[in-house]
């Protein structure tokens, strides 16, 4: 199966939370990212988590992971139109070679 | 300004013509790396290179070629483009490897390969 699985798309109200989930395969991943795309641009970095963290939070960004289930998720709380994008989820295992997920396209509608 | 700039954003070629789509950054980065990104299937690296002269393939090389000549410039090279070569393509890089680096990204180049 894939090393890294995402859903596709979410939609949600402005100003409502949103969760995106991410669920990874190898239990030696050392980090594991969360990468905004907006429509045209490159990849942004959004935030990291070290595996030996369970949460980590930057402002609207809260990063939870799940080591045990290997389940990564990435809440944004009060969203906004502008948080439209997609969103990348991807697993560093030391080996310089990052995989990604196939990305969640976040709606929000007013 | 730290960058990563690649060029052209936009490519229309023909089955078998030789192109190469250039990428630097000026931020002194000994990573540098290709991807490529496909509609449902994410993002795939192409190439990587740790430093100069040092390159290594990554989950789908296949079709491509690389060169890091120089710390700065790494350049993917399509020797014959077929047409499931289609795709966008990001270059990135970063201080001395993905591992808790920020990993900057470049606008991006869409390829059409007819």
């Known amino acids: 199966g894939e090393d890294v699985e995402q859903s596709l798309f979410l939609s949600v109200r402005e100003g409502d939370s949103s969760v995106i989930n991410c669920t990874y395969t190898?239990?030696?991943?050392?980090?594991l990212y969360w990468y905004k795309q907006e429509p045209g641009a490159g990849l942004q970095l959004l935030t990291y988590i070290f595996s030996n963290m369970d949460m980590k939070q930057d402002q609207r960004l809260t990063v939870l992971l799940n080591k045990k289930d290997k389940h990564l998720s990435l809440r944004i709380a009060d969203t906004q139109t502008g948080d439209s994008a997609i969103y990348f989820c991807?697993?560093?295992?030391?080996?310089?070679?990052?995989?990604f997920g196939r990305g969640t396209s976040l709606i929000v509608h007013p | 300004e730290a960058q990563v700039t690649q060029n052209p954003r936009y490519l229309i070629t023909v089955t078998g013509k030789k192109l190469t789509v250039t990428c630097s950054q000026n931020m002194n980065h000994e990573y540098m790396s290709w991807y490529r990104q496909d509609p449902g299937l994410g993002l795939r690296q192409i190439y990587y290179s740790m430093n100069v002269e040092v390159t290594d393939k990554g989950d789908v090389p296949e079709g491509y070629k690389v060169s890091r000549k120089e710390k700065r410039n790494f350049p993917l090279i399509l020797e014959s483009p077929s047409p499931n070569q289609t795709s966008l393509y990001f270059c990135?890089?970063?201080?001395?490897?993905?591992?808790?680096?920020?990993?900057?990204f470049g606008s991006g180049t869409q390829l059409s390969v007819l």
């Open positions: 990135a890089s970063s201080l001395q490897g993905p591992l808790n680096e920020k990993l900057f």
């Open positions: 991807a697993e560093e295992k030391g080996s310089y070679i990052p995989t």
């Open positions: 190898d239990s030696s991943s050392t980090y």
